[in-house]
């Protein structure tokens, strides 16, 4: 008999973040998602000078903040939030 891999397959979903800044120079993501690394989620810019990038997630609560040129910055568009051990303001996103 062969037996197979208990773990049921988790269904992610397609997750889009966009930030609007005409003047930035790049824009990337970091959250509990990628373990807070600038170097995995770059954002691309459109022609209306909003930043975004679509990630597929699992089901989760996740913290994030976009890091805008070197500066951090919240997602203006998702008010839930919560302090950091840094004394500022994580954005919060359950997916459920």
Request: hydrophobic share 35%; aromatic share 12%.
């Given at each position: 008999m062969i037996e197979?891999n208990?773990k049921l397959?988790?269904k992610?979903?397609?997750?889009q973040f966009a930030?609007?800044?005409?003047?930035?120079?790049?824009v990337?993501i970091?959250?509990d998602?990628?373990?807070?690394?600038?170097?995995k989620h770059?954002?691309?810019?459109?022609?209306?000078n909003?930043?975004?990038?679509t990630?597929?997630?699992?089901?989760?609560?996740?913290e994030y903040?976009?890091k805008?040129?070197?500066?951090?910055?919240?997602d203006?568009?998702?008010e839930n939030?919560?302090a950091n051990?840094f004394?500022t303001?994580?954005?919060?996103?359950e997916?459920?």
């Amino acid at each position: 008999m062969i037996e197979k891999n208990s773990k049921l397959a988790v269904k992610r979903k397609k997750i889009q973040f966009a930030f609007y800044d005409e003047d930035a120079d790049s824009v990337c993501i970091l959250g509990d998602f990628n373990n807070w690394d600038g170097k995995k989620h770059a954002m691309q810019r459109d022609n209306r000078n909003i930043w975004r990038i679509t990630m597929l997630l699992p089901p989760g609560i996740y913290e994030y903040r976009f890091k805008v040129d070197e500066r951090w910055e919240n997602d203006p568009y998702n008010e839930n939030a919560c302090a950091n051990c840094f004394g500022t303001i994580n954005n919060v996103l359950e997916i459920v």
